[in-house]
């Protein structure tokens, strides 16, 4: 309904009805709906008051009787299409598809052109498994609205998930045309040039669809993603990061900041971001397809040998530092105070050991850090049989009874990591 039909009412009436529009902007639709009623008992078979009734009750949630006004707007002005689609809508909120596709069909049916009815028919057709249906709902709105930007979004959404990349790309530029800062629109193409593997031209389409803001979870996932394929690790980290502040449910994201970690040598950082992101998919195993399942437990085992990965990786790096640390001490060894002579004056020149004296000093000294440094040596290595290889260990299981091909080569591992853990415990 339009201003053009309040035309027909007195003055009076008209003020009354922009004075509750008012009401209802700011809220006050329990006082808005009074003046509705005002309005109805006197003006009884006129339009306008019903259906701004009937939006009243709509913005309450109260469906049942926005339709109810809505049908009595049909009867008083049959030709609205807008009307026949707003009943749409309310069957939609109280789950009843097949009443509000009829709905649609029929406001469509009232006017051809009615690019909204298209739209959300067409929404509603996606929803139901009618891609086929839904695809000529989009293309008949865009060739309706040549300014709309929705129906290509879905459009391009529809070829998206068909692998149609090139009708997609296609979309997108023309709601780029349209408005070149459209969020969605940009992060689409993004998408497409990643799936190319065009890691340079993704990254720009993600950037300019967060824009200055950067306030996107997801985009940033996907930023993070690109940026790793460029090598830009501490950048690929800052996006990961952020990521995960604006949205802590982001798994994706910690698997992205862990793979980051690893490239770091930061390995406890990594092991506890690829734990956060298998803790948290494991959430989301109900109603998976067969196919999605088995998705899921490859990524799943792939996960789990990462993290065995970093701890040997960790125990490794720390192992090899101390063996260093020994082996320099052996070859030179420190000179401390037993290995000199007490001064008996402060211009007494120290008087020259003899060689045997100082070779027996050096001994001594030399024995005495070996020893401090084997046993720091036997305790690190005890422990970290006792704690991160036993958690790689676990890790590489669990990876092998989550995924059988993956068998052999896991238990390869297990068996030269077992065999060069037992080679450096003999040895020390």
Same mark, same amino acid.
């Given at each position: ?59 309450? *949630?109260?469906?049942?009787? $926005?339709?109810?006004? =809505?049908?009595? &707007? #049909?009867?008083?002005? @049959?030709?609205?299409? !807008? ?60 060739n309706i609205e040549p300014e709309d930007t929705v129906s ?10 068909? *692998?149609?990349?090139?009708? $997609?790309?296609?979309? =997108?530029?023309? &709601? #780029?045309?349209?408005? @070149?800062?459209?969020? !969605? ?77 690893a490239h770091n040598s930061s390995w406890d950082e990594a092991?506890?971001? =690829?734990?956060?992101? #298998? ?150």
């Amino acid at each position: 309904m339009t201003r053009e039909i309040m035309k027909d009412l007195p003055k009076d009436i008209q003020d009354d009805l922009i004075a509750a529009d008012d009401l209802v902007a700011t809220g006050n639709i329990d006082e808005a709906l009074k003046v509705y009623d005002k309005v109805i008992l006197s003006h009884p078979y006129h339009p306008q008051a019903f259906s701004k009734r009937a939006d009243a009750f709509q913005r309450l *949630g109260r469906w049942e009787e $926005a339709i109810e006004q =809505y049908q009595k &707007v #049909l009867f008083l002005a @049959p030709d609205s299409a !807008a009307t026949q689609a707003s009943i749409a809508s309310c069957y939609l909120q109280l789950g009843k598809t097949d009443s509000a596709e009829f709905n649609f069909t029929c406001a469509i049916q009232r006017n051809p052109r009615y690019a909204p009815a298209l739209l959300e028919r067409g929404k509603l057709y996606m929803n139901t498994g009618r891609t086929a249906e839904a695809k000529e709902d989009f293309e008949r709105a865009r060739n309706i609205e040549p300014e709309d930007t929705v129906s290509r979004l879905y459009l391009a959404g529809l070829s998206m998930a068909v *692998g149609e990349l090139p009708a $997609a790309d296609i979309y =997108y530029d023309e &709601v #780029l045309k349209i408005d @070149p800062t459209n969020r !969605a629109a940009n992060t689409g193409k993004g998408i497409i040039y990643y799936m190319k593997e065009e890691w340079s031209t993704a990254t720009s389409f993600f950037l300019k669809a967060l824009g200055e803001k950067h306030d996107n979870s997801d985009i940033l996932t996907k930023l993070a993603s690109c940026l790793i394929s460029l090598s830009k690790w501490q950048e690929a980290g800052a996006c990961a990061t952020k990521a995960i502040q604006l949205d802590e449910k982001n798994f994706v994201a910690f698997l992205i900041r862990a793979q980051v970690h690893a490239h770091n040598s930061s390995w406890d950082e990594a092991i506890a971001d =690829y734990q956060s992101f #298998l803790a948290g998919n494991e959430g989301f195993l109900t109603d998976l397809s067969a196919e999605a399942l088995a998705i899921h437990n490859k990524q799943k085992s792939d996960v789990l040998e990462r993290i065995g990965d970093s701890y040997m990786r960790k125990f490794f790096e720390e192992f090899e530092e101390i063996e260093q640390m020994v082996l320099k001490n052996r070859e030179t060894p420190k000179v401390t105070k037993e290995t000199k002579k007490p001064s008996t004056g402060a211009h007494q020149k120290n008087k020259p050991q003899s060689q045997a004296q100082t070779q027996q000093n050096t001994e001594k000294v030399v024995e005495f850090v070996d020893t401090e440094f084997i046993q720091d040596l036997k305790h690190r290595l005890e422990y970290a049989r006792e704690e991160n290889l036993l958690d790689a260990f676990k890790s590489y299981l669990e990876a092998r009874t989550t995924c059988h091909e993956a068998k052999q080569t896991i238990d390869q591992r297990l068996l030269d990591l077992k065999e060069v853990v037992n080679t450096h415990l003999r040895n020390y």
